[in-house]
């Protein structure tokens, strides 16, 4: 492994590169985690706020409601001597008593005389009189929130005015338990923005672990393309799992292909090396005695030609091979209609071979259409029929059909010659693989047709195989699905909207 595969990680820094995608969660999940507790500890600090005004306005009013109670005991309106001196009658102490008793560093007290002249005030405060009222109400002085009630006392003995009651309560409580708050929340606010950042990262390094394990793998293929190393799939099933899956499934594919190239690259020079071996062979036997031997100078060079057009053809077909690749894509709308496409062909191999007896049989099939270019119809046919010409024995005879079934139509080419053992017949549709290579090199084979007819088939989405007896003969059936007439509409809709498209 790579040191730079090691260092491998979504969670790294690189130089002069963007931030890497945990990075950019994790930031992002933490400050969404920090705004979402910050709005939290303000909505708490407000609704803490509304509650402690809420409770301080209620036992306040308890506070004034008691103390006009008390007062209201008494018999004589309210005399500024009822201050001055503490140890004369009981009513002037109980009044004296009362205001000391409810005033405090934050709530005032003041009182006064039926004519509404201030007598007593436990701070100095300056405010009027005003309106009459047990309730206490807030009144904002100077930008401050105050909570202020004015009250007349009548006595409760005979009924007769005693004197008016004020009460003030100041703001700097609210304000010593507002800092007290604040203070409080302030703390909590960075212990939550810590487990926001933790948290964050947490997250976003366990959601997009697989990724790192995908990235890692990549890696390590990089540098060897058929490395067996596969993406470790999560245990959860989630998009993560599918990935993982997708990208084996890749993977496998892209190694087969990898494969397949290196075997091909293979094949191709071992064939190609008893060609090129016998030229060098002649050339060198011309070149040291035959130049002037006109027999052997013939027979170098038309044994060189012979095996040069082999070489030609060998790669004619590896280039047929290569392209039936993705016939599919690349000749998706092609209709051929199957028996008359066997009929021209049957008809070719009648004139191109007539010692042999051709037969064909498609009296029950009529107009079949099937998605396939109709030259590479023409060519699997022309294999197959190669194939039976050249693997006939005694008996020159050879049976082509057309049947179709509801949604299939199958082609069977049968020919009564050597036939193959059940081995072969696993085996014939190799690339290169030739039931006995000298016979049949003698017969122009590479071993190639067969899997060409293979790979064209399969990419028109049909199937091939054969039914052999050894020295008896061979059926080979080639199946595919028949085009329906809503098939053929829609595809000639499609050619016309393509054409028109063309046309502008
Ligand atoms: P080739 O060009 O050698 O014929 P193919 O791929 O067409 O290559 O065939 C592969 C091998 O399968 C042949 O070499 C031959 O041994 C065997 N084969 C193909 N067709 C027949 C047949 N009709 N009868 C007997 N053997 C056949």
Redesign the pocket.
């Known amino acids: 492994m790579s040191s730079e595969t090691k260092s491998s990680s979504v969670f790294t820094f690189k130089k002069d590169q963007p931030l890497s995608l945990k990075w950019k969660w994790g930031i992002f999940l933490s400050l969404a985690m920090i705004m979402l507790s910050f709005i939290s500890l303000l909505i708490y600090r407000q609704l803490t706020i509304q509650m402690y005004d809420e409770q301080s306005k209620e036992s306040h009013q308890m506070q004034f409601e008691f103390l006009i109670k008390g007062l209201s005991d008494q018999d004589q309106p309210f005399q500024a001597q009822q201050f001055l001196d503490q140890n004369e009658q009981d009513s002037e102490t109980k009044v004296k008593f009362l205001i000391d008793h409810y005033s405090n560093d934050q709530t005032i007290i003041r009182l006064y005389s039926p004519e509404q002249k201030l007598l007593n005030e436990s701070q100095h405060f300056q405010y009027p009189i005003g309106s009459s009222s047990k309730e206490l109400e807030r009144q904002n002085i100077k930008g401050k929130n105050y909570l202020i009630g004015s009250s007349r006392i009548s006595s409760r003995i005979n009924q007769e005015l005693l004197g008016i009651v004020q009460y003030i309560v100041l703001p700097e409580a609210k304000v010593a338990y507002v800092q007290k708050l604040n203070y409080f929340l302030i703390r909590c606010f960075l212990i939550t923005t810590l487990i926001s950042i933790l948290c964050g990262f947490l997250i976003a390094h366990y959601f997009l672990r697989p990724l790192t394990y995908v990235i890692n793998t990549l890696d390590l293929l990089e540098g060897d393309t058929l490395s067996q190393v596969r993406v470790v799939r999560p245990r959860t099933n989630d998009e993560w799992s599918d990935l993982s899956l997708h990208v084996n499934k890749l993977l496998d594919k892209i190694e087969l292909y990898v494969k397949g190239q290196k075997q091909f690259v293979e094949d191709v020079s071992h064939e190609l090396r008893t060609p090129v071996a016998i030229v060098e062979g002649h050339l060198k036997m011309l070149n040291r005695w035959g130049k002037e031997d006109q027999q052997v100078l013939d027979e170098s060079i038309s044994a060189s030609l012979q095996e040069i057009t082999r070489m030609k053809e060998l790669v004619q077909?590896m280039l047929d091979l290569s392209r039936a690749d993705h016939v599919d894509v690349d000749y998706k709308d092609e209709v051929t209609e199957i028996t008359t496409a066997a009929s021209l062909v049957h008809h070719n191999f009648e004139i191109l071979y007539p010692n042999f007896h051709f037969y064909l049989d498609n009296e029950k099939s009529k107009n079949v259409y099937v998605n396939i270019y109709h030259h590479h119809f023409e060519q699997i046919l022309v294999?197959?029929l190669?194939?039976?010409v050249?693997?006939?024995t005694d008996r020159p005879e050879i049976h082509i059909s057309v049947s179709q079934t509801m949604n299939k139509v199958e082609i069977a080419?049968q020919?009564f010659?050597?036939?193959?053992t059940a081995e072969?017949k696993e085996?014939?549709?190799s690339?290169?693989?030739?039931?006995?290579?000298a016979?049949?090199?003698a017969?122009?084979?590479?071993?190639?047709?067969?899997?060409?007819?293979k790979q064209l088939v399969e990419g028109y989405h049909g199937k091939i195989r054969?039914e052999?007896v050894y020295q008896r003969?061979?059926i080979?059936y080639v199946e595919f699905p028949i085009l329906t007439d809503q098939h053929l509409i829609y595809k000639s809709e499609r050619i016309a909207k393509e054409l028109a498209k063309e046309e502008k």
């Open positions: 077909e294999i197959l190669d194939n039976a050249k693997y006939s080419v020919d010659g050597e036939g193959m072969d085996r014939v549709f690339r290169f693989y030739r039931v006995d290579k016979r049949a090199r017969k122009g084979g590479n071993g190639l047709g067969l899997s060409i007819a054969v052999s003969g061979s080979f």
